[in-house]
C-alpha cells in the first residue's frame, strides 16, 4: 500500500529502531506502521481533516482549509441524529452544548435513566468553523456521519452507564463546571494517550505538570503556523502513535472501530445517493480515527457492515449553555486549559490575518465583515502530496522571542486581581512574578513564558498559606488569560415550556436569561396579574434545583395566600435545568401532574407519597379532579401497607387535607372519608403487632394511635365500629417502656385507665429502683402519647415534676443526660406543648415559687361537715344534684372527693332567685304564655 513520498522517512525511522533495539523488533514495527497510517489516510479519495478537540491549530487549519477547498459537502464526525439542531446555534451565546435527553427508557436498564448526551462546541474549535461554513454558504451541505445517541448508549456496557472521565492530577472542579450535569460527552478528536506510561514519559521528558500544557507546547505551538499539509501529516501521526500504543485499552478501540466503520457506512451511503463527487467533500473527523485500521476504512473499503436498529426509547433534543469550565471537567482537562487555547485562537486571528467562519446572526460575536477570496482547488488528486513529515520532526523548534509588554501587562494584570480579591500583593510581586515566568520558561527550554508558566509563576509569588477570598491565583490567572466564558441558549431556540416560562414572567419585568440572581417583588393583592407570575414561581420552585427560584417573602400552603412575595430568581444561572423541563411537556403544569402521577404509581409509591401528591396537586395546580384521582390511588396504598413506617407523615398529612376540606368545601371528598374508613381498619389492624414489634418505633406507634383517635370521631359518623379499637388495645401488651407509656395512654383516652391510677402506676415506677434507669424511656413515651391524647400534658408536666422532687441527687445527676437525650430525641416535636402546660401551671415569679403548692400534691378535699355552707337552692344547684353522674366523674378525674349537700328546695337566697323576684315580669309572662300556674 506504500508510496514513495514517505519512504526516506520509513527508512530513518527503521534505522533508527535496529540502532535502539540492535535489531528489529516491535519498534520497527510500530515506527513503521504510523508512516503507513500517515500514507494510507493521505492517499485516501476522500479528504480527510484530522482535528483535535478545542484545538486552535485545528480550528485554524479548518479555517484556510475550508476557503481553499469550497467544498460543498462536509462530513462531520458528530452524532447523526443532531443535524436538525445545528441550525439554532446562531441564537445562541457560546460555548453551548447540543444534548440529546430521553427520560422514557426502552431497551436500556432503568437504572440508567435519564440518558443524556451533549456534545459542546465553542468558537475555538474546528467543528464550529465547519458548522459556520456549512449553514452560511449556499449550495454546501452538511452531513453528520457518527453513530447517533441511542448507539452511544447501545454500545455502552450494561454493567453501567458511562466511565467518567477523570481529572488531571492536582486539578479541581471550577466554578460553572457543572452546566453539563450528568450528561456523556460526545466531541470530535480525543487525542490523548491512552497508555499511562507513555504519557508520564511525555510529561516528565517535556517538564511540564499536565497533558493540556505538553499538547500546547510540542503540538499547538509548533503547528499554529504550519502549512495545510504538514498540519495534516503531523495530526495523523500523532493519532496514529496514540492508536498502537494503546495496551489495554481494547474496549475502548473497540468502540472507537464501531464508530469507524459507522462513519464509512454513512458517507459511502451518502455519496451513492447524492452523486456528489468525492473530490467536492470533505470527512472531519478526530486524528485518532483518521489512523484507521478497520476493512470498511475508504471509499473502496468494505461494505459487510450492518447498522443495528435504534431502540424505541424517545429522545428529545435541544441546546444547553456550557462553559469552559463545564468542558474541561466533563472530558479531564487541565483547568483553564479551553479559555487559555480560546485566548492563544483569538491572538492567532489577530497575528495571521486569517478570516474565521462565524454564523451570521451569532450573539456576542459581529460577524466577519471582511471575507477572503477563495483561492484556487488544490486537491490530492490534482498536486502530488509532498512528505512534510521529515523536514517538521528533523526541525528544531523554534524558540519564540520574548515579548516584555505582553508578560509585563500580564504581571500587572494578576496582581490587580489578586488585591481585588483579598491577597496583599504589591508592585513587588508584579515584578517577582515577571523575573520568575520567564526563569520557569528557561528552565523548560523555551525564551518565552506560556500562559502555562505565568501561572506557576504567580502562584509561587503570590498565594499564600490560605486563600482569603473565593478564587485563589489560579483561578485568577485562567479568568485574566481568557475567562471562564459562559454560554446562553437564545430565546428562539428554547423548547416551548422554557420560551413558555419567560412570557409568563415578562410582568416581573426582569431579564430571566441573565446568569446570577435577581430579586422580584410581587405585590399581589395591588396587582393580580402578579398572581399568576406566583404561581409559576412557586411551581419553578417545587421543580428546579433549590436556587433557580427561592422564595424571601411569602409562602404557599393549604387555605393560605399570599398579598405580597420576594423572589430571588436564577433562571439565567440554571438553564440547563429549565431546559431539560421542555422535555417532558409543554408547560410546567404539565409536567408536575407527570411527575405526580408517576410518583403516586411508581414502584416505590406508599399512602404517605400519595398524600403529598394530593397536597401538591391541591397548592399548585387547583385541580380537584386530579386530586381525586391522587387520593384514590392513596387509599388503595394504605389499603395493600404492612409495615406503619410512614404513619406520622400519613397522620400529618391527612390532618391538614382533612382541615382544609373542611373549611373550603361543603363536604369532604370521597376519597377521604374512604381514607378515613380504611385507615381506621388497617391501624386497628396493624396496631397489636406495632406494640411488640422491635421494628416499630415509638413515634410510629404515637401517629398510629394519633390518627385512630383524631380521627374517630369521623370515622364512626362513617360508620366504623369503636369496638374494634378498643380490642385492639386490649390486644396490646408492649414489652418496651417507651410502648407501654404509650398504651397506658390509650387506656386512658378510652376511659379503661383512669388518671388517678395512672398517677399511682408513674408513683411505682419512681419507687422502684429497678426501674429508676428506664424512666426516662417512660416519660418519653408519654411525651410521644401527646400526640394521640394532648388532654395528658399535665399529666407529663406532673410527672417530670414528680420524678425531679422526689429522687435524690445521687440518683438524678447520672439519671439526667439519658432523660435530656431521650426527650431531645424522641419527644423533640413536643416540647413546645410542654413548656406552655408548664408555664400555666407554674408560677411567674420567684417570690411565689417559694410558697407556691403544686396542685398534684394537696390534700384532699374534707367531706362536708354540719356546719359547712349548704348548696344554694336554684335551677343550677338543682340540676346538678338530679343529675350528679358527670360532676362525679369530673371530681374522680380532679381527684377530688366529697359529699353531695342537699339543696334548699323551697326557699333559697340564690342569685338567680333573688334576680326573678326583683323582676317578676318576665317569669310571669312566660307562665301566661306556657299555661303554667
Same mark, same amino acid.
Given at each position: 500500500?506504500?508510496?514513495?513520498?514517505?519512504?526516506?522517512?520509513?527508512?530513518?525511522?527503521?534505522?533508527?529502531?535496529?540502532?535502539?533495539?540492535?535489531?528489529?523488533?516491535?519498534?520497527?514495527?510500530?515506527?513503521?506502521?504510523?508512516?503507513?497510517?500517515?500514507?494510507?489516510?493521505?492517499?485516501?479519495?476522500?479528504?480527510?481533516?484530522?482535528?483535535?478537540?478545542?484545538?486552535?491549530?485545528?480550528?485554524?487549519?479548518?479555517?484556510?482549509?475550508?476557503?481553499?477547498?469550497?467544498?460543498?459537502?462536509?462530513?462531520?464526525?458528530?452524532?447523526?441524529?443532531?443535524?436538525? /439542531?445545528?441550525?439554532e446555534l446562531r441564537n445562541c451565546r457560546l460555548p453551548v452544548a447540543v444534548q440529546a435527553f430521553a427520560s422514557e427508557l426502552d431497551g436500556f436498564p432503568q437504572d440508567w435513566a435519564p440518558l443524556s448526551v451533549v456534545a459542546p462546541i465553542t468558537e475555538a474549535s474546528a467543528e464550529y468553523q465547519a458548522i459556520a461554513y456549512a449553514l452560511d454558504t449556499p449550495g454546501v451541505e452538511l452531513v453528520l456521519v457518527d453513530r447517533s445517541t441511542d448507539h452511544v448508549f447501545q454500545w455502552q456496557p450494561r454493567k453501567e452507564k458511562a466511565?467518567?472521565?477523570?481529572?488531571?492530577?492536582?486539578?479541581?472542579? +471550577?466554578?460553572?463546571?457543572?452546566?453539563?450535569?450528568?450528561?456523556?460527552?460526545?466531541?470530535?478528536?480525543?487525542?490523548?494517550?491512552?497508555?499511562?506510561?507513555?504519557?508520564?514519559?511525555?510529561?516528565?521528558?517535556?517538564?511540564?505538570?499536565?497533558?493540556?500544557?505538553?499538547?500546547?507546547?510540542?503540538?499547538?505551538?509548533?503547528?499554529?503556523?504550519?502549512?495545510?499539509?504538514?498540519?495534516?501529516?503531523?495530526?495523523?501521526?500523532?493519532?496514529?502513535?496514540?492508536?498502537? /500504543? +494503546?495496551?489495554?485499552?481494547?474496549?475502548?478501540?473497540?468502540?472507537?472501530?464501531?464508530?469507524?466503520?459507522?462513519?464509512?457506512?454513512?458517507?459511502?451511503?451518502?455519496?451513492?445517493?447524492?452523486?456528489?463527487?468525492?473530490?467536492?467533500?470533505?470527512?472531519?473527523?478526530?486524528?485518532?480515527?483518521?489512523?484507521?485500521?478497520?476493512?470498511?476504512?475508504?471509499?473502496?473499503?468494505?461494505?459487510?457492515?450492518?447498522?443495528?436498529?435504534?431502540?424505541?426509547?424517545?429522545?428529545?433534543?435541544?441546546?444547553?449553555?456550557?462553559?469552559?469550565?463545564?468542558?474541561?471537567?466533563?472530558?479531564?482537562?487541565?483547568?483553564?486549559?479551553?479559555?487559555?487555547?480560546?485566548?492563544?485562537?483569538?491572538?492567532?486571528?489577530?497575528?495571521?490575518?486569517?478570516?474565521?467562519?462565524?454564523?451570521?446572526?451569532?450573539?456576542?460575536?459581529?460577524?466577519?465583515?471582511?471575507?477572503?477570496?477563495?483561492?484556487?482547488?488544490?486537491?490530492?488528486?490534482?498536486?502530488?502530496?509532498?512528505?512534510?513529515?521529515?523536514?517538521?520532526?528533523?526541525?528544531?523548534?523554534?524558540?519564540?522571542?520574548?515579548?516584555?509588554?505582553?508578560?509585563?501587562?500580564?504581571?500587572?494584570?494578576?496582581?490587580?486581581?489578586?488585591?481585588?480579591?483579598?491577597?496583599?500583593?504589591?508592585?513587588?510581586?508584579?515584578?517577582?512574578?515577571?523575573?520568575?515566568?520567564?526563569?520557569?520558561?528557561?528552565?523548560?527550554?523555551?525564551?518565552?513564558?506560556?500562559?502555562?508558566?505565568?501561572?506557576?509563576?504567580?502562584?509561587?509569588?503570590?498565594?499564600?498559606?490560605?486563600?482569603?477570598?473565593?478564587?485563589?491565583?489560579?483561578?485568577?490567572?485562567?479568568?485574566?488569560?481568557?475567562?471562564?466564558?459562559?454560554?446562553?441558549?437564545?430565546?428562539?431556540?428554547?423548547?416551548?415550556?422554557?420560551?413558555?416560562?419567560?412570557?409568563?414572567?415578562?410582568?416581573?419585568?426582569?431579564?430571566?436569561?441573565?446568569?446570577?440572581?435577581?430579586?422580584?417583588?410581587?405585590?399581589?393583592?395591588?396587582?393580580?396579574?402578579?398572581?399568576?407570575?406566583?404561581?409559576?414561581?412557586?411551581?419553578?420552585?417545587?421543580?428546579?434545583?433549590?436556587? +433557580?427560584?427561592?422564595?424571601?417573602?411569602?409562602?404557599?400552603?393549604?387555605?393560605?395566600?399570599?398579598?405580597?412575595?420576594?423572589?430571588?430568581?436564577?433562571?439565567?444561572?440554571?438553564?440547563?435545568?429549565?431546559?431539560?423541563?421542555?422535555?417532558?411537556?409543554?408547560?410546567?403544569?404539565?409536567?408536575?401532574?407527570?411527575?405526580?402521577?408517576?410518583?403516586?404509581?411508581?414502584?416505590?409509591?406508599?399512602?404517605?407519597?400519595?398524600?403529598?401528591?394530593?397536597?401538591?396537586?391541591?397548592?399548585?395546580?387547583?385541580?380537584?379532579?386530579?386530586?381525586?384521582?391522587?387520593?384514590?390511588?392513596?387509599?388503595?396504598?394504605?389499603?395493600?401497607?404492612?409495615?406503619?413506617?410512614?404513619?406520622?407523615?400519613?397522620?400529618?398529612?391527612?390532618?391538614?387535607?382533612?382541615?382544609?376540606?373542611?373549611?373550603?368545601?361543603?363536604?369532604?371528598?370521597?376519597?377521604?372519608?374512604?381514607?378515613?374508613?380504611?385507615?381506621?381498619?388497617?391501624?386497628?389492624?396493624? /396496631?397489636?403487632?406495632?406494640?411488640?414489634?422491635?421494628?416499630?418505633?415509638?413515634?410510629?406507634?404515637?401517629?398510629?394511635?394519633?390518627?385512630?383517635?383524631?380521627?374517630?370521631?369521623?370515622?364512626?359518623?362513617?360508620?366504623?365500629?369503636?369496638?374494634?379499637?378498643?380490642?385492639?388495645?386490649?390486644?396490646?401488651?408492649?414489652?418496651?417502656?417507651?410502648?407501654?407509656?404509650?398504651?397506658?395512654?390509650?387506656?386512658?383516652?378510652?376511659?379503661?385507665?383512669?388518671?388517678?391510677?395512672?398517677?399511682?402506676?408513674?408513683?411505682?415506677?419512681?419507687?422502684?429502683?429497678?426501674?429508676?434507669?428506664?424512666?426516662?424511656?417512660?416519660?418519653?413515651?408519654?411525651?410521644?402519647? /401527646?400526640?394521640?391524647?394532648? +388532654?395528658?400534658?399535665?399529666?407529663?408536666?406532673?410527672?417530670?415534676?414528680?420524678?425531679?422532687?422526689?429522687?435524690?441527687?445521687?440518683?438524678?445527676?447520672?439519671?439526667?443526660?439519658?432523660?435530656?437525650?431521650?426527650?431531645?430525641?424522641?419527644?423533640?416535636?413536643?416540647?413546645?406543648?410542654?413548656?406552655?402546660?408548664?408555664?400555666?401551671?407554674?408560677?411567674?415569679?420567684?417570690?411565689?415559687?417559694?410558697?407556691?403548692?403544686?396542685?398534684?400534691?394537696?390534700?384532699?378535699?374534707?367531706?362536708?361537715?354540719?356546719?359547712?355552707?349548704?348548696?344554694?337552692?336554684?335551677?343550677?344547684?338543682?340540676?346538678?344534684?338530679?343529675?350528679?353522674?358527670?360532676?362525679?366523674?369530673?371530681?374522680?378525674?380532679?381527684?377530688?372527693?366529697?359529699?353531695?349537700?342537699?339543696?334548699?328546695?323551697?326557699?333559697?337566697?340564690?342569685?338567680?332567685?333573688?334576680?326573678?323576684?326583683?323582676?317578676?315580669?318576665?317569669?310571669?309572662?312566660?307562665?301566661?304564655?306556657?299555661?303554667?300556674?
Open positions: 500500500m506504500s508510496t514513495p513520498t514517505f519512504g526516506a522517512l520509513r527508512s530513518q525511522l527503521l534505522d533508527a529502531a535496529a540502532a535502539l533495539a540492535d535489531g528489529p523488533d516491535a519498534l520497527a514495527g510500530i515506527l513503521s506502521g504510523i508512516v503507513d497510517d500517515v500514507d494510507r489516510a493521505l492517499a485516501e479519495p476522500l479528504e480527510i481533516f484530522p482535528v483535535c478537540h478545542h484545538s486552535p491549530a485545528s480550528a485554524m487549519a479548518m479555517a484556510r482549509r475550508l476557503r481553499e477547498k469550497q467544498p460543498k459537502v462536509i462530513y462531520l464526525e458528530l452524532c447523526e441524529d443532531l443535524t436538525p /439542531l445545528l441550525t466511565a467518567e472521565p477523570a481529572l488531571e492530577p492536582g486539578a479541581e472542579p +471550577a466554578e460553572d463546571a457543572d452546566l453539563h450535569g450528568d450528561a456523556v460527552g460526545v466531541e470530535i478528536g480525543d487525542l490523548r494517550p491512552r497508555f499511562a506510561e507513555l504519557e508520564e514519559h511525555l510529561l516528565h521528558h517535556g517538564k511540564v505538570r499536565h497533558w493540556s500544557e505538553w499538547w500546547d507546547q510540542y503540538v499547538e505551538q509548533p503547528l499554529g503556523d504550519a502549512d495545510y499539509d504538514t498540519y495534516r501529516q503531523v495530526m495523523v501521526l500523532i493519532g496514529s502513535l496514540f492508536r498502537r /500504543l +494503546a495496551p489495554g485499552a481494547h474496549d475502548r478501540v473497540a468502540s472507537d472501530e464501531e464508530r469507524e466503520r459507522y462513519m464509512w457506512t454513512r458517507m459511502r451511503q451518502h455519496l451513492a445517493t447524492s452523486g456528489i463527487d468525492a473530490a467536492d467533500a470533505l470527512h472531519i473527523c478526530g486524528a485518532f480515527h483518521a489512523a484507521s485500521h478497520v476493512a470498511e476504512f475508504g471509499l473502496h473499503g468494505a461494505d459487510t457492515y450492518e447498522i443495528s436498529p435504534r431502540t424505541a426509547t424517545k429522545w428529545h433534543y435541544g441546546l444547553i449553555p456550557s462553559s469552559h469550565s463545564s468542558i474541561e471537567a466533563q472530558f479531564g482537562l487541565a483547568s483553564g486549559s479551553v479559555s487559555i487555547a480560546a485566548a492563544v485562537f483569538a491572538k492567532s486571528l489577530t497575528r495571521t490575518g486569517v478570516v474565521p467562519y462565524r454564523l451570521e446572526g451569532q450573539q456576542g460575536r459581529a460577524s466577519a465583515k471582511k471575507k477572503a477570496k477563495p483561492v484556487p482547488v488544490v486537491t490530492p488528486q490534482s498536486q502530488q502530496v509532498a512528505d512534510r513529515l521529515s523536514g517538521f520532526l528533523a526541525r528544531p523548534p523554534v524558540l519564540d522571542t520574548l515579548d516584555e509588554d505582553e508578560l509585563l501587562g500580564w504581571s500587572v494584570e494578576i496582581v490587580r486581581l489578586a488585591r481585588r480579591n483579598g491577597y496583599l500583593a504589591s508592585t513587588a510581586d508584579a515584578i517577582a512574578v515577571f523575573e520568575t515566568s520567564i526563569l520557569l520558561a528557561g528552565m523548560r527550554g523555551r525564551a518565552r513564558p506560556t500562559p502555562y508558566d505565568f501561572q506557576d509563576a504567580a502562584v509561587t509569588c503570590i498565594e499564600k498559606e490560605s486563600v482569603p477570598g473565593r478564587r485563589d491565583v489560579r483561578r485568577l490567572c485562567e479568568i485574566m488569560l481568557g475567562g471562564d466564558r459562559i454560554g446562553q441558549v437564545g430565546y428562539e431556540s428554547l423548547p416551548p415550556l422554557a420560551r413558555d416560562v419567560h412570557d409568563r414572567l415578562a410582568p416581573l419585568g426582569l431579564k430571566l436569561e441573565q446568569r446570577g440572581v435577581q430579586r422580584a417583588l410581587l405585590d399581589i393583592a395591588g396587582d393580580p396579574v402578579l398572581g399568576k407570575c406566583s404561581d409559576l414561581l412557586w411551581i419553578l420552585r417545587h421543580l428546579l434545583p433549590k436556587g +433557580a427560584a427561592r422564595p424571601i417573602m411569602g409562602e404557599r400552603r393549604l387555605g393560605h395566600r399570599a398579598i405580597q412575595e420576594s423572589w430571588d430568581l436564577a433562571l439565567g444561572t440554571h438553564q440547563r435545568e429549565l431546559i431539560e423541563l421542555g422535555y417532558e411537556g409543554i408547560t410546567v403544569e404539565q409536567v408536575l401532574e407527570q411527575r405526580l402521577r408517576r410518583s403516586v404509581w411508581g414502584p416505590q409509591a406508599t399512602a404517605a407519597v400519595a398524600l403529598g401528591a394530593v397536597e401538591d396537586a391541591t397548592l399548585y395546580l387547583r385541580s380537584r379532579r386530579f386530586a381525586d384521582e391522587l387520593g384514590a390511588r392513596a387509599v388503595d396504598l394504605l389499603a395493600a401497607e404492612r409495615t406503619v413506617d410512614d404513619a406520622p407523615d400519613v397522620l400529618r398529612r391527612a390532618r391538614r387535607l382533612l382541615a382544609h376540606y373542611r373549611a373550603t368545601e361543603p363536604v369532604l371528598p370521597a376519597w377521604l372519608e374512604s381514607f378515613v374508613k380504611a385507615g381506621y381498619a388497617h391501624y386497628c389492624t396493624l /396496631l397489636p403487632n406495632a406494640f411488640v414489634e422491635e421494628e416499630t418505633g415509638t413515634k410510629q406507634v404515637a401517629a398510629m394511635l394519633g390518627f385512630l383517635f383524631s380521627m374517630e370521631s369521623l370515622a364512626l359518623s362513617l360508620g366504623c365500629d369503636r369496638a374494634q379499637l378498643e380490642l385492639a388495645v386490649a390486644q396490646s401488651h408492649p414489652t418496651t417502656p417507651g410502648k407501654t407509656a404509650l398504651l397506658w395512654a390509650a387506656q386512658h383516652q378510652l376511659g379503661v385507665l383512669p388518671r388517678a391510677e395512672l398517677r399511682e402506676r408513674c408513683a411505682a415506677l419512681l419507687d422502684n429502683p429497678l426501674v429508676l434507669p428506664a424512666y426516662p424511656q417512660y416519660l418519653s413515651g408519654f411525651v410521644q402519647a /401527646l400526640e394521640p391524647v394532648p +388532654a395528658l400534658a399535665g399529666f407529663v408536666v406532673e410527672a417530670i415534676s414528680q420524678a425531679f422532687g422526689r429522687l435524690p441527687d445521687a440518683v438524678l445527676l447520672p439519671w439526667l443526660p439519658t432523660l435530656i437525650t431521650t426527650l431531645r430525641k424522641e419527644g423533640g416535636d413536643h416540647v413546645g406543648l410542654l413548656v406552655r402546660e408548664a408555664g400555666r401551671v407554674f408560677p411567674g415569679d420567684l417570690p411565689t415559687l417559694d410558697t407556691w403548692t403544686p396542685p398534684w400534691s394537696t390534700t384532699a378535699v374534707e367531706p362536708a361537715t354540719a356546719g359547712a355552707p349548704r348548696v344554694q337552692a336554684g335551677p343550677v344547684g338543682m340540676l346538678l344534684a338530679t343529675y350528679p353522674v358527670p360532676t362525679d366523674a369530673l371530681a374522680a378525674l380532679l381527684g377530688c372527693d366529697g359529699e353531695w349537700a342537699s339543696p334548699e328546695r323551697d326557699t333559697g337566697t340564690g342569685a338567680v332567685r333573688e334576680l326573678l323576684a326583683r323582676y317578676p315580669e318576665s317569669a310571669v309572662a312566660l307562665a301566661a304564655a306556657t299555661g303554667a300556674g
